[in-house]
């Protein structure tokens, strides 16, 4: 007996090709949905670090503030500003150098109210700023209207950004100086925790620090999810990236950090493996079931007529032998 080949009927093919073409759109909705949710995730990690990032920032800061303050209630000081002399300069630059020592900054210097300094911690360095006045410097112009300065300056040799503090000193009610530090920001590295990217910018958007980062970014597309979120996607070192950007207006800086989104294709191939690979396996056991139920069919068929062959025979053969006896 030969095999019989059978093929899907029209119907049959049209029910298979919605149901796959079903399975694709959930499939593809699924990988959607998959990457919406994981960047959503992301988002919230990445703001959460943002802002203990930003807080540890300003906590750094606050740790520096201080100083400036502490120079404006000391008496050496102020006999410094109000009697200038080489003995007491150098009495105020060993008073400074230890404050410095002690609290880690990058220099303390006090200016007279012309900007030129009258004593710095690190006078012991050549080519040191001591001597050049300071009388443009914005931090030092507001420190002599009575407001605590702060201004970033690019300077050294290579350039490199720090911060200037400054406040104002008196003596009986009469400005006579000012009290100021600086700190490049290379200082502010410790105290971030290392992981993802940041950066932080000045006002002009000119690069002021970098953590883990080149400058400047790729461009960055913008993507709004499910829930309204609105994020920028980067592509950096071969991987997907998450913008997080931040403007500190008190001290004018932005600040970006960036989130490592490479997780969220993974994610998509999954969530789509799964529903496609459960569709197509729901099709595959339901084509096996049709099939072994066409040949339960078919068995039952061919008992049936295989039964209803024997019966014809024997009534043939009963046929014949009642014959036969007539003849005889």
Do not use: C
Not at 13 to 37: H, T
Not at 290 to 315: G, H, P
């Amino acid at each position: 007996m030969k095999a019989e080949a059978r093929v899907l009927s029209p119907r049959a093919l049209l029910a298979l090709a919605a149901w796959l073409g079903l399975v694709f759109l959930l499939a593809w909705q699924g990988a959607r949905y998959a990457g919406d949710w994981t960047l959503e995730r992301l988002h919230r990690q990445g703001t959460d670090r943002l802002l203990a990032n930003i807080s540890q920032l300003r906590a750094a800061l606050e740790q520096y503030r201080y100083l400036p303050f502490i120079l404006t209630q000391s008496a050496e000081v102020r006999a410094l500003l109000q009697l200038p002399g080489s003995e007491r300069a150098e009495q105020v630059n060993r008073y400074l150098e230890q404050i410095n020592l002690i609290a880690g900054s990058g220099a303390l210097l006090v200016l007279g109210p012309d900007g030129i300094p009258r004593a710095s911690s690190n006078w012991r360095e050549q080519g040191e700023a001591l001597g050049r006045s300071q009388a443009q410097r914005r931090y030092f112009r507001q420190a002599l209207a009575g407001e605590e300065g702060r201004q970033f300056i690019y300077e050294g040799n290579p350039l490199r950004p720090v911060l200037y503090l400054s406040a104002p000193i008196y003596d009986r009610q009469s400005l006579v100086g000012v009290a100021a530090m600086r700190i490049e920001l290379e200082q502010l590295r410790e105290h971030l925790p290392l992981g993802d990217p940041f950066v932080i910018t000045d006002a002009q958007g000119e690069l002021l620090f970098a953590l883990s980062a080149d400058w400047p970014l790729p461009e960055a597309r913008a993507l709004r999810l499910r829930d309204g979120t609105h994020i920028r996607l980067l592509s950096r070192d071969g991987r997907r990236w998450m913008l997080q950007q931040v403007r500190l207006d008190d001290l004018g800086w932005g600040v970006s950090q960036l989130t490592d989104a490479s997780g969220v294709l993974p994610n998509q191939t999954i969530a789509a493996g799964s529903i496609g690979g459960s569709g197509v396996a729901l099709a595959l056991l339901t084509l096996f079931l049709r099939e072994a139920r066409q040949k339960r069919r078919l068995q039952r068929d061919r008992l049936l007529e295989q039964a209803l062959s024997e019966e014809r025979q024997r009534d043939m053969i009963s046929t014949a032998e009642v014959g036969l006896i007539n003849v005889d």
